[in-house]
């Protein structure tokens, strides 16, 4: 009975882990509003034409808010695409990219940023470091089916609250110190500007995301900045 029991308990674990790993690997859709988004970003996308495509959740997204000014100082010298939506997890992202998103161009370069969600909305148990790492995995494949000629800029995730003791950032550096391992500085190029957004301390500061999550002006400069040689390298500017 006892062997029985702990079998039972076993096969609990592995099909907890496995649903996990399907939530952040499997393309889902959220609700109609987000589809209509969606949409008219696919759209948008099939204009054609782009140099310069970001992907990734709210982050990504407040290029078109608290960083729009920084966006068109920076980035003025490309055709630039914003495909961020506030709070999608990997499994959203994979939704929109089988859903036209990538349809009607060859970008020169994709950013891609994603995870914050998958451990901001999820506990451990619900979805784990591995989890979250091969949702971006399998993001990173896609693109590499659907647009095999371009090349990715992997950012490490964010940190978030404020010291390095947040759970959450913690299970976002976990995430960090794996995904960094696609990188092949060929198709796929690895960037961690983290500790240009923390003190000295590894505090995070308010005067760069005042909610501790999403970045102000100021951290949009500081992501700008660091990216620009990239782009110069890859798209020749």
Not at 46 to 75: C, H, N, P, Y
Not at 185 to 200: M, P, S
Request: with cysteine; aromatic share 8%.
């Amino acid at each position: 009975m006892k062997r029985m029991t702990g079998s039972f308990l076993l096969a609990a674990v592995v099909a907890g882990s496995v649903f996990a790993q399907q939530l952040s690997t499997t393309p889902a859709p959220r609700d109609e509003k987000w589809q209509q988004r969606v949409a008219r970003d696919a759209e948008k996308a099939k204009q054609g034409g782009w140099e310069l495509v970001f992907i990734g959740d709210s982050i990504t997204d407040g290029w078109q808010g608290r960083g729009k000014a920084v966006w068109e100082k920076s980035f003025s010298a490309y055709k630039a695409l914003n495909l961020g939506i506030s709070a999608d997890r990997t499994e959203h992202v994979l939704w929109r990219l089988d859903h036209g998103q990538l349809e009607g161009y060859q970008p020169k370069l994709f950013v891609v940023m994603i995870g914050t969600n998958n451990n901001g909305h999820r506990k451990p148990e619900q979805e784990s470091t591995a989890d979250t790492v091969a949702g971006i995995k399998a993001i990173l494949d896609r693109l590499g089916q659907k647009a095999p000629q371009s090349k990715v800029l992997l950012l490490a995730i964010f940190p978030r609250g404020a010291t390095p003791q947040d759970a959450c950032r913690q299970r976002n550096e976990a995430v960090n110190a794996e995904i960094q391992k696609f990188a092949d500085n060929q198709r796929v190029l690895w960037l961690n500007i983290n500790d240009k957004l923390l003190e000295a301390d590894g505090t995070l500061s308010k005067e760069v995301m005042p909610d501790l999550l999403h970045p102000n002006a100021k951290g949009y400069e500081i992501w700008a900045q660091a990216m620009l040689p990239t782009f110069k390298a890859v798209l020749g500017k």
